[in-house]
């Protein structure tokens, strides 16, 4: 991917980017839905906004779109994604990828937290890159410190639209 650079935000790692996205999209009384298994820094994230964190089952350590849809109400601010998971490796497809989209309320922005792609090797792997391309509410955020072993120095970027780049 070519990825135009007004598009890029870089932060102390992706933690930083996911507190980012969370004081530009959460109120207190708002809400985030993620996976039951989530990565830790989603809560803490819509916690410190005063958020509440709802989670969605996942059968098998495998997020259902359907399962997160059903936690989406009009307070729903985020809805954040591991692609893949970590440990478990278990991923979205594209095609669940846009189904979930497109049943989110413009307002709601996806964030699909790739930190692990490089390690993904299903053919059903999307980042999301596209999808994030093509709409107004999709953020991919991604790190070096799992490929480059950079965990010290705590590299992470975020591509998403100019608008909530700007904020």
Known sequence: ???????????????ELIHLIAQVFLEPGDNIVQGEYAFGAYGIAARACQAEVRSAPEPRFRLEVDGLLELVDERTGLVFITQPANPTGTLLTAEELRRLHAALPPSVALVIDAAYCEFADDPHFDIGLTLAQEVENVIVTRTF???HGLAALRVGWAYAPIPIIDA
Request: charged fraction near 20%.
């Open 1 to 15: 991917f070519r990825l135009p650079p007004e598009n890029l935000v870089f932060g102390c790692g992706s933690d």
């Open 145 to 147: 410190s799992k490929l």
